[in-house]
Nanobody, 123 residues
């Protein structure tokens, strides 16, 4: 199973970006998906999680109301729409897949990871 994340870039505060993560191999529709981020000198932190059946989608408090995660099972792709970006959102963003289908908050529960995409928000 391979994950490829893309869509990062440099944006001004208040702007928006949409990240995409394409999953190849395995059975995408059964995977829980997660988005995480890691800023320099900080630990990797949970951003958003989604159960395999989309009924459970949840977010870190720091991004709630600004970020929206969605998935397209026909395209084996999960998205993270990021609006009203802040400088503190600057980080490398990673997508991950868990075989249990639950979209955990704990990064240790995820079996597969993408390579990360850099998001930089200027003030």
């Amino acid at each position: 199973v391979q994950l490829q994340a893309f869509g990062g870039g440099l944006v001004q505060a208040g702007g928006f970006l949409r990240l995409s993560c394409v999953v190849s191999g395995g059975t995408f529709s059964r995977y829980g998906m997660g988005w995480f981020r890691q800023a320099p000198g900080k630990e990797r932190e949970f951003v958003a999680g989604m159960r395999w059946n989309i009924l459970g989608t949840y977010y870190a408090d720091s991004v709630k109301g600004r970020f929206t995660s969605s998935r397209d099972n026909a395209k084996n792709t999960v998205y993270l729409q990021m609006n009203s970006l802040k400088p503190e959102d600057t980080a490398v963003y990673y997508c991950a897949a868990d075989r249990d289908g639950l979209g955990y908050r704990d990064p240790n529960k995820f079996a597969y990871w993408g390579q990360g995409t850099q998001v930089t928000v200027s003030s």
